[in-house]
Every structure is written in structure tokens, then in C-alpha cells.
């Protein structure tokens, strides 16, 4: 994409709520963090990766690894809000003016992360004329549907964000929740975020969300300011680490992959 910029963003909290110093768990001899960079760099495209993280040890592992690392605050409550602290030196190392610049927000906690996404971002990015946020999405399995930790995206018929939810939408009125399914395609979210980078540089400008606070959803703060978020569809989702239980599995899935 010759006329726009794209940098990768890792934001990386070692002091993780549910799994604390989950980004340096070891898989397989490496951290984890280390896996999601590997993945990153497949991707074609990128102009720059960069790490945001509030720990010099995570700062001191990403330089050792070869990769531009940037200090954040602590007090950061979302991944966005920490690359929103640092976005001068995140456009700086894309080399492009801020609307003219995709920044990818990668999850420090998914080690088998797709390089493809990445690259499918990029190529939306594109087609769509720069929109502001762009996210992927995948069709949702019947045995997820309920489960609160996976978030869900309600989407327009021009594949617009409308809201994202950890509940089943939409509701299915004349069938039981066990068949809702049947009626309409639910749709899940990957967790990646394609902001362009004048949205991000005034992510600290907009209002407070009270459905953000509810949900812990860090995008419906865009959603409540009525900023757009386009989506585009994949095939499946890439495994977030949040527990002990899924970090076994992701250990036991790369095992799998060597």
C-alpha cells in the first residue's frame, strides 16, 4: 500500500489482572510475547513493529529480540489507550502523516496469531479509502454463543460495527437461546483493532463510555462516540491467553505446529 503507512503496535501489560506476567509466559522456549512478534514480522506490508509496554524487563526482551520498543504509562486501562500515549512515536516510525497511517493494535496474548489478518487489514484498509477503524471478525460456533467471554459484533448489512456485546445479539424472540443459531449468522470478534491514526491520537479526547465500563469493551467507547468501525470477515478466531487453562492450550497447540 504505497500511499499509506502501517505500523504494528503490541501493547503489552506485564501485570496482567487475570494471568499476571502472562506476556513472558514460556511456550514452548520462548515467551509469548516473542511468538506473537515472530507472527508479526511474517506479515507483508508493515512498514514498522513496535512494542508498547509499561515494563523496561518486557522493553529489555523486545530490544534483545530486535524489535523498537516504547515505554507507556501504568495506568493505562486499555491496549488502545496505551499506543494512544505513545502515537507521536508510533507515527514517527511509520514515517507517514496521521491519516494517511494504519496502526494495527495486536493482542500481546495471542501466540498463534495469523499473519494473514494482519495482511487482510492492511488490504481493507486500502479498498475502503482509509476508514477510521477497521476489525475482523469470524462466524461464531453454536457452543459459543452463550459464553460471555467471547465478545460478539452485531453487524450492519454493510458490514458497519453496530455495538459489541459479550451477549448473544441479536435476540432471537419466537426461539429458545439454543437455537438461535438457527435463524442468522452470530458473528465474533478477534480482537484486533486497524485504527487510523488521527482516531487514535484523540482516543484520550473522547467521552467517557458507560457501556465500555459495563461490558469492558474498550471499543464501545468508539461505538458511544459514533465514530465507525468497519468490519471484515476471516475464517476463525486466533486464541487469546486470559487463564492458566488457555495458556496449556496454546502450549499444547504450538507443540502441535513445530
Same mark, same amino acid.
Given at each position: 500500500?504505497?500511499?499509506?503507512?502501517?505500523?504494528?503496535?503490541?501493547?503489552?501489560?506485564?501485570?496482567?489482572?487475570?494471568?499476571?506476567?502472562?506476556?513472558?509466559?514460556?511456550?514452548?522456549?520462548?515467551?509469548?510475547?516473542?511468538?506473537?512478534?515472530?507472527?508479526?514480522?511474517?506479515?507483508?506490508?508493515?512498514?514498522?513493529?513496535?512494542?508498547?509496554?509499561?515494563?523496561?524487563?518486557?522493553?529489555?526482551?523486545?530490544?534483545?529480540?530486535?524489535?523498537?520498543?516504547?515505554?507507556?504509562?501504568?495506568?493505562?486501562?486499555?491496549?488502545?489507550?496505551?499506543?494512544?500515549?505513545?502515537?507521536?512515536?508510533?507515527?514517527?516510525?511509520?514515517?507517514?502523516?496521521?491519516?494517511?497511517?494504519?496502526?494495527?493494535?495486536?493482542?500481546?496474548?495471542?501466540?498463534? /496469531?495469523?499473519? &494473514?489478518?494482519?495482511?487482510?487489514?492492511?488490504?481493507?484498509? #486500502? +479498498? @475502503?479509502?482509509?476508514?477510521?477503524?477497521? $476489525? *475482523?471478525?469470524?462466524?461464531?460456533?453454536?457452543?459459543?454463543?452463550?459464553?460471555?467471554?467471547?465478545?460478539?459484533? /452485531?453487524?450492519? &448489512?454493510?458490514?458497519?460495527?453496530?455495538?459489541?456485546?459479550? #451477549? +448473544? @445479539?441479536?435476540?432471537?424472540?419466537?426461539? $429458545? *437461546?439454543?437455537?438461535?443459531?438457527?435463524?442468522?449468522?452470530?458473528?465474533?470478534?478477534?480482537?484486533?483493532?486497524?485504527?487510523?491514526?488521527?482516531?487514535?491520537?484523540?482516543?484520550?479526547?473522547?467521552?467517557?463510555?458507560?457501556?465500555?465500563?459495563?461490558?469492558?469493551?474498550?471499543?464501545?467507547?468508539?461505538?458511544?462516540?459514533?465514530?465507525?468501525?468497519?468490519?471484515?470477515?476471516?475464517?476463525?478466531?486466533?486464541?487469546?491467553?486470559?487463564?492458566?487453562?488457555?495458556?496449556?492450550?496454546?502450549?499444547?497447540?504450538?507443540?502441535?505446529?513445530?
Amino acid at each position: 500500500m504505497s500511499d499509506s503507512a502501517v505500523v504494528v503496535a503490541i501493547p503489552a501489560r506485564l501485570a496482567s489482572s487475570r494471568l499476571p506476567g502472562k506476556v513472558l509466559a514460556d511456550i514452548g522456549g520462548r515467551p509469548m510475547l516473542q511468538h506473537v512478534v515472530d507472527r508479526c514480522r511474517l506479515a507483508r506490508g508493515v512498514d514498522a513493529l513496535v512494542v508498547c509496554t509499561d515494563s523496561p524487563v518486557v522493553e529489555r526482551a523486545a530490544e534483545a529480540w530486535g524489535v523498537k520498543a516504547l515505554l507507556t504509562p501504568q495506568h493505562c486501562s486499555s491496549g488502545s489507550e496505551r499506543l494512544a500515549a505513545v502515537i507521536p512515536a508510533l507515527l514517527a516510525a511509520g514515517g507517514g502523516a496521521a491519516e494517511h497511517t494504519l496502526v494495527i493494535n495486536v493482542q500481546a496474548d495471542q501466540p498463534l /496469531l495469523d499473519p &494473514a489478518i494482519i495482511e487482510g487489514m492492511v488490504a481493507r484498509f #486500502s +479498498a @475502503l479509502g482509509r476508514p477510521e477503524v477497521i $476489525t *475482523p471478525v469470524y462466524p461464531l460456533a453454536a457452543t459459543k454463543l452463550h459464553d460471555p467471554n467471547v465478545v460478539k459484533v /452485531l453487524r450492519a &448489512a454493510d458490514g458497519r460495527a453496530i455495538t459489541f456485546s459479550r #451477549s +448473544a @445479539l441479536p435476540h432471537v424472540r419466537d426461539l $429458545t *437461546p439454543e437455537r438461535w443459531a438457527e435463524r442468522t449468522t452470530y458473528w465474533g470478534h478477534v480482537g484486533l483493532y486497524g485504527y487510523r491514526g488521527d482516531v487514535l491520537a484523540g482516543w484520550n479526547a473522547l467521552p467517557p463510555s458507560s457501556l465500555e465500563d459495563l461490558e469492558k469493551l474498550e471499543q464501545l467507547r468508539l461505538i458511544e462516540a459514533a465514530i465507525p468501525i468497519h468490519t471484515f470477515e476471516v475464517d476463525q478466531d486466533c486464541l487469546s491467553v486470559d487463564t492458566a487453562e488457555q495458556l496449556e492450550q496454546a502450549r499444547a497447540l504450538l507443540v502441535g505446529q513445530a
